[in-house]
Nanobody
Framework: VQLQASGGGLVQAGGSLRLSCAAS????????MGWFRQAPGKEREFVAA????????YYADSVKGRFTISRDDAKNTVYLQMNSLKPEDTAVYYC?????????????????WGQGTEVTVSS
C-alpha cells in the first residue's frame, strides 16, 4: 500500500491543523493505521492509531484529549485532527499502515510508511 501524507504547516500555539493520509494500492479497510512523529534529534514516536474497523483508537499520553484520529474508508484516507497545538508538537508527522491489532503503538509493527508532513508550532 502507498501512503501520501499532507496537511502540515506552520501554526501558532493553541491553533489547529488536520493531517490527511491517502492510501492506494491495496484494500484500505483491511489495514490499521497509525500516526507517528519525529522531532529533530529525537526518535520517531507513536502519536495515534486506529483499528481496521475504526472501532478502536489509541493515543500517546502527550496528545490525548487534543488530537483525534479518524478514517474514511470510502476515501481511503485517515485523518489526524490536532487541536490546542503546542511548540513541543513540532515534528515531521508520518502515517503508517499495518495488518492486525497487536501492539498498536509499536513502530516496528507497521509495514508501510508515508513520506511525512512537517508541522511547526510557534510560541
Amino acid at each position: 500500500v502507498q501512503l501520501q501524507a499532507s496537511g502540515g504547516g506552520l501554526v501558532q500555539a493553541g491553533g489547529s491543523l488536520r493531517l490527511s493520509c491517502a492510501a492506494s494500492g491495496r484494500t484500505f479497510s483491511n489495514y490499521a493505521m497509525g500516526w507517528f512523529r519525529q522531532a529533530p534529534g529525537k526518535e520517531r514516536e507513536f502519536v495515534a492509531a486506529i483499528s481496521w474497523s475504526g472501532g478502536s483508537t489509541y493515543y500517546a499520553d502527550s496528545v490525548k484529549g487534543r488530537f483525534t484520529i479518524s478514517r474514511d474508508d470510502a476515501k481511503n484516507t485517515v485523518y489526524l485532527q490536532m487541536n490546542s497545538l503546542k511548540p513541543e508538537d513540532t515534528a515531521v508527522y508520518y502515517c503508517a499502515a499495518r495488518v492486525g491489532s497487536y501492539r498498536m503503538t509499536a513502530r516496528e509493527m507497521y509495514d508501510y510508511w508515508g513520506q511525512g508532513t512537517e508541522v511547526t508550532v510557534s510560541s
